[in-house]
């Protein structure tokens, strides 16, 4: 039987770069086809990559500095800057809007802010390590930092 062998990887979430995933992904030549449509097996074609990205995650380098190994200077929060009226929302059921990695329209703009200064203004995000904000926000905080502000830039 005829196997296909690929590397799963994933897309950063922040910076959107793939990265392995260590998933190793086995396609057999047939599988099932489903009782609907006469059951039996049916061709697989093979991937059409080495590379498979299957899903979203932290990329080691944006986890390092979320988690604030690169420079020990404690936990941050990723803000990615995007377009809110560019972006799809869904709905939670608690009634709040959310953007998803799919979903966000980017600016191109990530900055990484300490968790516990980020607290001190404002309760949103939670224990997220992530955030999809206005690029007013990156805008904002960089003015609050003194930093000279770089639109598209990752601060």
């Known amino acids: 039987m005829d196997n296909h062998v690929a590397l799963g990887m994933h897309k950063c979430t922040v910076c959107t770069k793939d990265f392995e995933s260590g998933e190793v992904l086995l396609a057999t030549k047939y599988h099932p086809r489903p009782a609907r449509f006469g059951g039996g097996m049916q061709p697989m074609p093979p991937f059409k990559s080495k590379h498979v990205v299957t899903g979203w995650g932290i990329c080691p380098v944006c986890q390092g500095k979320i988690d604030g190994t690169d420079d020990g200077k404690g936990p ?25 990695p799919e979903e966000a329209y980017r600016t191109g703009r990530i900055a990484f802010i300490r968790r516990d200064y980020l607290r001190t203004l404002t309760d949103a995000g939670g224990d997220s390590p992530i955030l999809f904000v206005d690029d007013e926000v990156i805008s904002f905080m960089e003015r609050q930092a003194g930093l000279p502000q770089q639109k598209g830039e990752q601060s």
Do not use: Y
Request: proline share 4%; hydrophobic share 25%; glycine share 8%.
């Open 76 to 100: 941050r929060v990723a803000l990615i800057g995007c377009d809110p009226d560019k972006s799809q929302r869904s709905v939670e059921k608690d009634g709040q809007e959310t953007v998803t």
